[in-house]
């Protein structure tokens, strides 16, 4: 379980917010982080419910949690969350009301939180879906020849 308050305290102290995330909500996360890039445009929304410094944080801890998950997952746990991505036709996009559809869209504005992320997600990922033999030698040589 991440604990997000220990960071909060740390830049504002009178506004702590807990958030538990559980290896049940790991897959949700993943499909929402790794769908960032395909998912529908931005909304108009208010301003973070969280500090800059704040949101950092929890971006940080919530993407090493993705790759601890994503390392030590099953090929065939990689494969039940890859079918579970939402598509572009089902994907609503995030709740801005919601805290974590907040970090979303924050994440999806900001090129430094997107750097985090993918940074810290990425080669756990990719790294999986060669050792799954998911990347196909036909979709090298399609992806190289463009």
Not at 32 to 51: D, H, I
Not at 55 to 84: F, N, P, R, W
């Amino acid at each position: 379980m991440v604990q997000i308050a220990p960071a909060c305290r740390k830049h504002s102290p009178s506004r702590v917010v807990g958030i538990g995330l559980s290896i049940g909500s790991l897959p949700l996360l993943v499909g929402a982080l790794m769908t960032l890039g395909t998912s529908q445009p931005v909304r108009a929304q208010a301003a973070s419910p969280l500090p800059p410094e704040m949101m950092k944080t929890m971006v940080e801890q919530v993407s090493d949690s993705l790759a601890k998950y994503v390392s030590g997952a099953s090929c065939s746990d990689i494969t039940e969350l890859l079918k579970a991505l939402p598509t572009e036709s089902n994907n609503p996009g995030p709740d801005p009301t919601s805290i974590i559809g907040s970090v979303m869209l924050s994440i999806q504005k900001s090129p430094e939180l997107l750097s985090i992320v993918a940074s810290r997600v990425g080669p756990p990922l990719i790294s999986k879906a060669v050792e799954c033999n998911m990347v196909s030698p036909e979709l090298l040589l399609k992806v190289m020849s463009r």
